[in-house]
Antibody, heavy 114, light 107 residues
Framework: QVQLVESGGGVVQPGTSLRLSCAAS????????MHWVRQAPGKGLEWVAA????????YYTDSVTGRFLISRDNSKNTVYLRINTLRPEDTGVYFC???????WGQGTLVIVSS | DIQMTQSPSAMSASVGDRVTITCRAS??????VAWFQQKPGRAPQRLIY???ALQTGVPSRFSGGGSGTDFTLTISSLQPEDFASYYC?????????FGQGTKVDIK
């Protein structure tokens, strides 16, 4: 069955960087676009970024363009999200999803605080 | 970018009620809409894709409809386990966008 496991979250200081990982199994990872979605505490879902199956194309929501970088390693069945110059408003749970958006991972919590 | 305006933002309903949630896209998106349910502390689950296709395993009391700019999610007879938040997602063009969400609670 499809399984997505996010990791890499934690409590970090503003201005620093962080790399989130999502390990995938149970489907043909190398054929699937992958996505990151985040959710601030008590708020709604926000689509953040996507990457094509081969990594050639990346897409971002406007508010993170230039600070976030999505990448993938098809040999490791893993997608990454690097967040640079972290801001308090980046606080939230970060989920990854495959092209079907079903199921999702359990998410990894990022808290940006000094 | 395509904006998804979801309404209502919250509602109170009783078990057995018929509930309808709407999403309006800022431009035509064909049928490229999915609906998700999220319970507190849990990851979202997809209910509907391609506007009206029911995800395998999702009860038939859930249905979706619409095309172009106006979309609906309907729960024909609300059950206790349906009290949750619901979100639409447009996947017609990048950047993809979610609606603001609808919280359905018990009246």
């Amino acid at each position: 069955q499809v399984q997505l496991v996010e990791s890499g979250g934690g409590v970090v200081q503003p201005g620093t960087s962080l790399r989130l990982s999502c390990a995938a199994s149970g489907f043909t990872f190398r054929s699937s676009p992958m996505h990151w979605v985040r959710q601030a505490p008590g708020k709604g879902l926000e689509w953040v970024a996507a990457i094509s199956f081969d990594g050639a194309n990346q897409y971002y929501t406007d508010s993170v363009t230039g600070r976030f970088l999505i990448s993938r390693d098809n040999s490791k069945n893993t997608v990454y999200l690097r967040i640079n110059t972290l801001r308090p408003e980046d606080t939230g749970v970060y989920f990854c999803a495959n092209s079907a958006f079903n199921p999702w991972g359990q998410g990894t919590l990022v808290i940006v605080s000094s | 970018d395509i904006q998804m305006t979801q309404s209502p933002s919250a509602m109170s309903a009783s078990v057995g009620d018929r509930v309808t949630i709407t999403c309006r896209a800022s431009q035509g998106i064909s049928n490229h809409v999915a609906w998700f349910q999220q319970k507190p502390g849990r990851a979202p689950q997809r209910l509907i894709y391609a506007s009206s296709a029911l995800q395998t395993g999702v009860p038939s009391r859930f249905s979706g409809g619409g095309s172009g700019t106006d979309f609906t999610l309907t729960i024909s007879s609300l059950q206790p386990e349906d009290f949750a938040s619901y979100y639409c997602l447009q996947y017609s063009s990048y950047p993809w966008t979610f609606g603001q969400g609808t919280k359905v609670d018990i009246k």
